[in-house]
């Protein structure tokens, strides 16, 4: 990606019809030669900081109405002069200004995530700043912005700066003590030995919190199972307002996974609604059982719907479940007579009595929110996981297995040589994930993924 003193342009809004439209430009002289073809052309040069002006475009032999925001570096984005024209959303129109200004001037078409590049390079965002961006305009979820917002704001950088700076001093000490080699004795190998456990202790913790970009979730995928005729698809009807789900008293009317996409909390929710587990009664009924567990076992959450007015020896999963942790037990028809045995449950899928939920027949209220809710507050997504890229997790596992390599040169006298390599070689690792040690083909690799204008 070239970089030189050339101003850059490019459209920065979403191509397409709009009512408006932004067209960004950066680099030296770019206010000037902006205002050059707008009304209030001195008041604009002459701007000092962020400032707006309702102006006219007078090129192409039109007038075009536009807002004109001005940003004076090193106050703007990039740290240079920048100059945003928002104006009507037109493709014809945007594109032949765009053009017009690289034909009469200095001006070229910025590349791929070029603004931002510049940003990184000038000192604006660190290298893990940098690329949140994208991240955060390709967020799906609520959760994919959190996250993607943490790292834009400094939060991750602020968890891996203080441990960079400690591995630096170390490193920095050790450089020293490549003068004195021979006069290094038991107790300083010892301090130097404790520091790097201690920083060994960090990047632990530190990858520990870590959740991979694309680990974090889209899509959250909510299972209802449980016996056949427990009420699986009145429920599901009741959550959803459909009557996808077919309702019988006969055993096993479903036999299809039916699902549902809703948004709950500002997350987005595939509900599932799954054939009953039971005795097969012929060859579609025993695919479709396994067609279910299998799909039980993507699930993030599990709503098992119970029968209350059935005993619990008659409701049991053929298979003894292997996601104990992710399941929520419901109770239905909890306004009839009850012969489901609460401790049997309770001790089957290893939970307290105050954990169940409970359900009448005729019950309209929506079991689904709370167990959403519930579930949310007591798993990772509320957590602080930190996401990462996997280019940067690995070099968080890089620097790790330097710092036990120099634990290892420690214990195996090998020398402060071999020490020093390993201390440096951690702290490269991590100053690749900050963007203080980086090389142009990350750079091309981040930013090219880029969208051009941003």
């Known amino acids: 990606m070239p970089l030189d003193n050339s101003i850059i342009i490019a459209q920065s809004s ?23 073809v707008c009304h209030h052309k001195e008041t604009i040069v002459n701007s000092v900081g962020y400032r707006f002006y309702d102006s006219s475009l007078n090129c192409l032999s039109l007038s075009i109405p536009v807002y004109i925001y001005v940003m004076k570096g090193p106050a703007s984005y990039t740290r240079e002069d920048m100059i945003e024209l928002h104006m009507p959303g037109s493709p014809f129109i945007v594109s032949q200004v765009i053009t017009w200004f690289l034909k009469t001037s200095e001006t070229r ?24 961006v994208t991240q955060l305009i390709m967020s799906k979820s609520e959760q994919e912005y959190r996250k993607a917002l943490d790292a834009l704001t400094g939060r991750v950088s602020s968890m891996i700066e203080p441990l960079r700076e400690k591995i630096f001093f170390l490193a920095r ?38 959740i991979l970009e694309e680990e974090v979730v889209d899509q959250f995928q909510i299972i209802l ?32 996974i039916i699902k549902w996409e809703l948004e709950i909390n500002d997350q987005n929710v595939v509900l599932q609604d799954c054939p009953g587990w039971g005795i097969a009664v012929d060859t579609i009924d025993q ?12 699930a993030d959450l599990i709503l098992v719907i ?75 997504l509320s957590s602080s996981k930190t996401q990462l ?27 402060v040589d071999a020490i020093e390599f390993e201390v440096r070689r951690s702290l490269y690792s991590l100053s690749r994930i900050t963007g203080d040690e980086v090389d142009e083909d990350i750079l091309t690799s981040i930013f090219e993924s880029f969208c051009i204008g941003k």
């Open 306 to 380: 119970l029968d209350g007015s059935v005993e619990f020896s008659h409701q049991k999963p053929v298979k003894p479940p292997q996601w104990l942790g992710r399941c929520q037990i419901i109770i239905n028809k909890s306004d009839l007579p009850q012969l489901i045995d609460i401790n049997e449950i309770c001790e089957y899928f290893k939970i307290n009595e105050n954990e169940l939920m409970y359900r009448s027949k005729f019950e309209k209220n929506n079991l689904l929110y709370t167990a959403f809710e519930k579930f949310i507050e007591e798993s990772e």
């Open 173 to 210: 000490d050790l450089t020293v003590d490549l003068d004195f080699d021979e006069e290094i004795d038991e107790q300083h190998l010892a301090s130097v030995r404790l520091t790097l456990l201690n920083i060994k202790k960090d990047l632990l913790e530190l990858s520990d919190k870590i």
């Open 109 to 132: 078409l910025a590349e791929p995530g070029e603004f931002t590049k510049l940003a990184f390079l000038n000192g604006r965002l660190d290298l893990i700043q940098a690329e949140s």
């Open 389 to 415: 890229s996997a280019r940067q997790q690995k070099e968080v596992f890089d620097s790790l297995s330097a710092i036990e390599l120099a634990v290892e040169a420690v214990d195996n006298g090998i020398g």
């Open 14 to 36: 979403s191509v397409g019809k709009s009512p408006r439209c932004i067209v960004r430009f950066s680099g030296k002289d770019s206010i000037e030669l902006v205002a050059n």
């Open 225 to 256: 199972c449980g016996p056949v005729n427990a009420g699986k698809s009145t429920i599901y009807n009741s959550i959803t307002g459909d009557t996808s789900a077919i309702v019988s008293d006969i055993k096993g009317t479903t036999r299809d």
């Open 287 to 298: 695919k479709a059982q396994d067609l279910s567990l299998q799909t039980i076992e993507t």
